[in-house]
Antibody, heavy 118, light 107 residues
Framework: EVQLVESGGGLVQPGGSLRLSCSASGFTFSNSAMHWVRQAPGKGLEYVSVIDTNENSTYYADSVKGRFTISRDNSKNTLYLQMSSLRTEDTALYYC???????????WGQGTTVIVSS | SYELTQGPSVSVSPGQTASITCSGDKLGDKYVCWYQQKPGQSPVLVIYQDSMRPPGIPERFSGSNSGNTATLTISGTQAMDEADYYCQSWDSNTHVVFGGGTRLTVL
């Protein structure tokens, strides 16, 4: 079964840091670009970041650029999102998502919740 | 930055056809995907490459894309189709862009 399991979310104060992890199984992780997508409470989907198969290329939404870093460890089948200088507006459910080679994103994790609050 | 616009809500009676639209500048020149998100659940890809269905997606889901508008059509809408639907495409730099989402209510 293809599966993505996120972890690392929690409550953090503004200005703090957090590292999210996503453990992948059931597919060849090293062959898939991977994404992070977030959803604030009661809001729509917001694209956060993508990393290609070998970390040669990454992209960040303007809202997180310079504060978030996406990385991966293909030997551990794990995707990461290092978040720093967190703001209250970063409060959201963060999804780890597998890229679909034919277009779009075909496997979503259950999400991990990040709450930025004092 | 490239923007995709969706209406906030669509209502449909069971068994009828629901149409959910997504608009963007020259959207027809790009591929569009659609995701279904039911309350408390993660999104599910229902359409890719404008009109293709992933395995396991019912045939009642179809898509089209032309001009500035992409459309997700659900034929014979069922109560289980009640959900939020998001369109997604790519900007000129091949970066992912989401629409704001449309809530489908099956009355």
């Amino acid at each position: 079964e293809v599966q993505l399991v996120e972890s690392g979310g929690g409550l953090v104060q503004p200005g703090g840091s957090l590292r999210l992890s996503c453990s992948a199984s059931g597919f060849t992780f090293s062959n898939s670009a991977m994404h992070w997508v977030r959803q604030a409470p009661g809001k729509g989907l917001e694209y956060v970041s993508v990393i290609d198969t070998n970390e040669n290329s990454t992209y960040y939404a303007d809202s997180v650029k310079g504060r978030f870093t996406i990385s991966r460890d293909n030997s551990k089948n794990t995707l990461y999102l290092q978040m720093s200088s967190l703001r209250t507006e970063d409060t959201a459910l963060y999804y780890c998502v597998k890229n679909f080679a034919l277009g779009g994103m075909d496997v979503w994790g259950q999400g991990t919740t990040v709450i930025v609050s004092s | 930055s490239y923007e995709l616009t969706q209406g906030p809500s669509v209502s449909v009676s069971p068994g009828q056809t629901a149409s959910i639209t997504c608009s963007g500048d020259k959207l027809g020149d790009k591929y569009v995907c659609w995701y279904q998100q039911k309350p408390g659940q993660s999104p599910v890809l229902v359409i890719y490459q404008d009109s293709m269905r992933p395995p396991g997606i019912p045939e009642r889901f179809s898509g089209s894309n032309s001009g500035n508008t992409a459309t997700l059509t659900i034929s014979g809408t069922q109560a289980m189709d009640e959900a939020d639907y998001y369109c997604q495409s790519w900007d000129s730099n091949t970066h992912v862009v989401f629409g704001g989402g449309t809530r489908l209510t099956v009355l």
